[in-house]
């Protein structure tokens, strides 16, 4: 059912070709009147990269707090995205956030202190300036992770800054979950979910077709086009419904970061 994705000579030249419609050609590509590239070329072309990387994307910088592997706060560890074959635009980035990546967003999620009583069960941002600080640094790390797979994603989507600017923190206990739906279309293209605590099954369902993904703590699910826009998603945590391989799987608290962009056209709520 699953697809695992690869070719980085094929990223490396889609990358710097998407570099090139963003930015225009790199210093190396404009300076170089001969074949071959210097060392010092290289190494100013990898420093325009650089710069550029982190005028896209902000700093991965070491004033950063930064994993036990040394990478800094939402940085993924991995680039090994797998498409839902039979939802087109449905992609899943299995160990986007390691278990300490995920303790540090539950433990900034929860110093939000959005969820001390148990009628709230879910928070809204609205505007980039209004996100938390971690949920900037978390759409960031979602873009790079695009971006460092761009074949695989339509380039006016890695292009778009910022990529997010609206979030919505669920919070679940166990038999919640959401009801079939497609995403507003106040929302743009593109709808990035973070999973945190306990698995659950999404289910994807479009006329008679029904799809079910796995969602494991510390994924990331990247939908656009059809799966954005032809496809419902539910999850569904009642009692008995959420089984993966004929296994039933144990519910407890689940929580999820929903990252979208508001249209242009439309007004905050
Ligand atoms: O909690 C989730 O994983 C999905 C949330 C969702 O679909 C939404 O907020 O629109
Ligand atoms: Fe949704």
Redesign the pocket.
Known sequence: MMMMMGGEDDEEEHQRSVLEQVFGPSISDEDNDCDGRSDSDSDMAEQYQRTVLEQVFGHSSSDEEEDDDGRSDFESESDNWESIEEVKGLWILRNFLSIHQQTRLLSSIESEQWFTQPSINQAMRFGYQNLPHWAIKLSHSIHRSCYSSSSLFPPNLLQREPLFDQM?T?F?QPGEG?AP?V?LLRFEDA?A?V?LESS?V?NFTSESQSVPVL?TPGSL?FMFGDARYNWK?E?NRKPGFQSWQGELLNQTT?T?V?LRKLCSSAAPI
Request: charged letters at 10%.
């Open positions: 919505i669920n679940y959401i739906h995403d709808i979910i999973s659950c999404m969602l699910v998603h999850i689940r999820s929903t």
